[in-house]
């Protein structure tokens, strides 16, 4: 029991804290500012608030969401003008509750309370200092509102990012796996065939007491291991390392699932050393991840010249870019460029983002 009140209590915290601001009306009616009913009212509010976290039902939610609605209203007409920001519970529940977009009936109440108790203040019989101060905290209700709902919506689109880049690389892993299982097959397989052949060739010169064609057969099944052997250590340094040309299709399949217009122009006509071929790989790799999982890009530019004294690497984008340029960004393509004698730059920080990467030669 205790555990399962834990959790419930963790999943709503925040909005169990600032239940502390119920206390006020409490206080008040209990040294006589307010009436003594309003200690009802608010305790029967305060349970309405707690419920309507947990309950599903629409009818219990209409009911306690109207009560929270009249309780504001009543408050701020009735008892004292500043209890209008009890109209930030309100604004909560449509957000991190419900996530109500601006068309549901509590959204139209919310927002529909907040002009209404500002009509009335200004209509009312308030000095202006204290007009100011209510249109004041009522600006203050609405940026809360506002603010509150940009940053549900960023954590939306950050979760549909992950998920979604989540789901990218279950279909690389699947690809990968795929692409190893057939290079096996065909390698592998075709092996296993052959020297299947050969031993039972073997086995019936061996019968025949044909010693000379035995060893024949046996030589061949010694000459085909050693050739398994090589092609699955080519296979295997092939995992490790991906060819520029490889790992440009794999981006170009990433980005085409990440709903990302992608150009790519490979200028490079001769071969890289190892060493230089998987630092462009790697840096291709990062540049494009980076752009998926942080700049909300919708295109992207790659473009690989090479010229008689060094390779360069030109990546664009439409997205966020960095907001301030301070030295320390790409800190590990620096590192891996540092091998290679290579440098980055920088050439635009946003719209486009472009980067700019060159790998000497010699």
Known sequence: MKKILAIILKENFPFYISLVFFIFPFIYTITGTYPFYVLY????AVIDYIVILYTKNKYIIFAQWSYLVFYVIYMTITIHPMNMLYSFYLSSLLIW???????TYRTISFLGTINYLMIHISLSSFNIADKVIMFFFYFLCLASYFLQKRNYEKE???EERNKRNEHINILLAENERNRISQDLHDSIGHTFVMLKLKAELAEKYLEKNNIEAAK???GEISKISRESMNNTREIINKLKQRSIEEELHIIQDI???????????NNIFSKPTTVQEWALTMILKELANNIIKHSNATECDIIINEDKEQYSLLFSDNGCGFEKINGEELKSIKERLKAVNGEVNII????PTTIKITIIKN
């Open 216 to 218: 024949q057969e046996l």
């Open 41 to 44: 009212f608010t305790i029967i």
């Open 255 to 265: 980005m085409t699932m990440s709903n990302i217009q992608i150009n790519v122009k």
């Open 97 to 103: 509750r419900f996530h109500d977009n601006y068309t």
């Open 156 to 158: 939306l689109l950050k």
């Open 348 to 351: 635009s920080s946003k719209k």
